[in-house]
């Protein structure tokens, strides 16, 4: 009779993990990760203990392999909500320039919170992505410059140029007058804009407040600094319609506002509906981003395109240029455009004058 082997058989074994290393080496779990990842700051000795675990235990890592030698052919996109319209265009586009690639997306919501967000983009790293995609990051510029020394980054609806990584926005100061010029031209001076709180530290070259800067000088350059009206809330559903309460239940309201997205712009227009505001009779309003709820008929918004595919597309590519080693940053603006369709007319009492 044969004998049985003593050990199991390579068939049976239960294929060891980085726990099984970690144990077998004696050291956390966070430390044998960061030997494997080959991360800044491990010892010698640390090194040594962990690599001869991962030789006695034939520990042999796949996706954790590839991370060691620099590639896992995986981007991370940091975005505030997923239900945003403008990110689902902006999807569309970085997946359309990575389509002819190897490289996969991964997208990370990480809420409108500084905290949460700097908590994602840090699993993301963590994970070994070749690139990050951050879109419109709350985060200083010391973070993000501390982000784009681990990994090659790519900040997208950020404005200016940063030595150590990559911005690609659209023109938010050029969407922001050229809705007021429209405004302004139809007859409109009492005009409200619905901004986004950014919370305490706000950062001038985010494109909230690019459009706020875009609102309040051309209200200023059409001499309606008086007229100045900034209602600051969130740019999301239950924004619109706290922005709603505030503006629509005034005596004296404004006869035209803009709301800086297109999701508080058609929470707006829904409460307009509510309270029996017809719309552009008695209130005209404009969104930005041109989504695609807004091209529908029975919506109608005037919006500010701004050309998410586009922008997506212009970051994706940006971002392997990066990953490829480039690493002179560059910054790209894209123009705007205001679609004008049936949420914006003349005030009545112009068009009675007329």
Request: aromatic letters at 4%; proline letters at 5%; a negative charge.
């Amino acid at each position: 009779m044969n004998a049985t082997p003593a050990g199991p058989t390579i068939a049976s074994a239960k294929r060891p993990t980085i726990v099984d290393v970690a144990h077998h080496a004696g050291v956390s779990v966070a430390s044998a990760s960061k030997v494997l990842r080959d991360a800044y700051g491990v010892s010698a000795a640390m090194k040594e203990r962990v690599r001869a675990a991962m030789k006695e235990l034939d520990y042999r890592p796949s996706a954790a392999a590839r991370a060691m030698r620099g590639q896992t052919y995986t981007v991370g996109l940091v975005v505030a909500d997923i239900d945003n319209q403008f990110v689902s265009l902006l999807v569309d586009g970085i997946t359309d320039a990575l389509r002819s690639t190897n490289y996969d997306v991964l997208i990370g919501p990480a809420g409108n919170d500084v905290a949460t967000q700097a908590r994602m983009i840090d699993a993301l790293i963590e994970h070994r992505m070749d690139g990050l995609l951050l879109f419109a990051p709350y985060a200083s510029a010391a973070k993000l410059a501390d982000v784009a020394a681990q990994t090659p980054t790519v900040v997208i609806s950020r404005h200016g140029l940063a030595p150590e990584y990559d911005t690609v926005a659209g023109d938010d100061l050029g969407g922001a007058r050229a809705v007021i010029d429209h405004l302004v031209e139809l007859g409109h001076s009492r005009i409200a804009f619905v901004g986004h709180d950014d919370g305490p530290g706000l950062d001038p070259l985010s494109p909230q407040q690019m459009r706020e800067r875009g609102y309040r000088e051309a209200m200023a350059a059409h001499g309606l600094v008086d007229e100045i009206d900034i209602v600051r809330t969130a740019w999301s559903e239950k924004g619109g319609h706290d922005a709603a309460r505030e503006i629509l239940d005034r005596a004296d309201r404004p006869t035209a506002i803009f709301a800086g997205a297109d999701v508080a712009a058609i929470a707006l227009m829904s409460a307009c509906a509510d309270r029996g505001i017809s719309i552009p009779d008695e209130l005209s309003l404009v969104g930005y981003d041109n989504t695609r709820i807004a091209a529908l008929r029975p919506v109608s918004l005037t919006s500010v395109d701004q050309g998410a595919r586009d922008i997506g597309a212009v970051a994706a590519t940006r971002l392997l240029e990066r990953i490829a080693g480039r690493a002179q940053s560059t910054q790209s603006v894209h123009p705007t455009t205001l679609v004008v369709r049936r949420s914006t007319a003349a005030p009545q009492r112009v068009a009675q004058v007329r």
